[in-house]
């Protein structure tokens, strides 16, 4: 069983930034893809970024260009850095670990919230 215990959300205003962090236990995230997802009040979750286990990164076209996400092996984390955020990129913001059926774990979900 793997856990994702998330950190790093908050209040921030608008052209702020913000550091997500994502770490496992469980299971070793090397050889694993990861991702981060959000859901704003009223909305689907949605994919914000990937990271492949080479290091191969994925955006969604809203973020691109603002948020880098990476990864720690030794670490066994994932971050999500969120530069020049806006009030659109308010939502709660989940971990993903892998993308296999029957081998997906998810985070517990943190709200980030970006005053205007």
């Known amino acids: 069983q793997v856990q994702l215990v998330e950190s790093g959300g908050g209040l921030v205003q608008a052209g702020g930034s913000l550091r997500r962090s994502c770490a496992a236990s469980?299971?070793?995230?090397?050889?694993?893809?990861m991702g981060w997802y959000r859901q704003a009040s009223g909305h689907q979750r949605e994919f914000v970024a990937t990271?492949?286990?080479?290091?191969?990164?994925n955006y969604a076209t809203s973020v691109k260009g603002r948020f880098t996400i990476s990864r720690d092996n030794v670490r066994n984390t994932i971050y999500l850095q969120m530069n020049s955020l806006e009030p659109e990129d308010s939502a709660v913001y989940y971990c993903?670990?892998?993308?296999?059926?029957?081998?997906?774990?998810w985070g517990q979900g943190t709200q980030v919230t970006v005053s205007s």
């Open positions: 993903r670990y892998g993308f296999i059926v029957g081998r997906t774990y």
């Open positions: 469980g299971s070793t995230i090397r050889g694993t893809s």
């Open positions: 990271i492949t286990s080479n290091g191969s990164t």
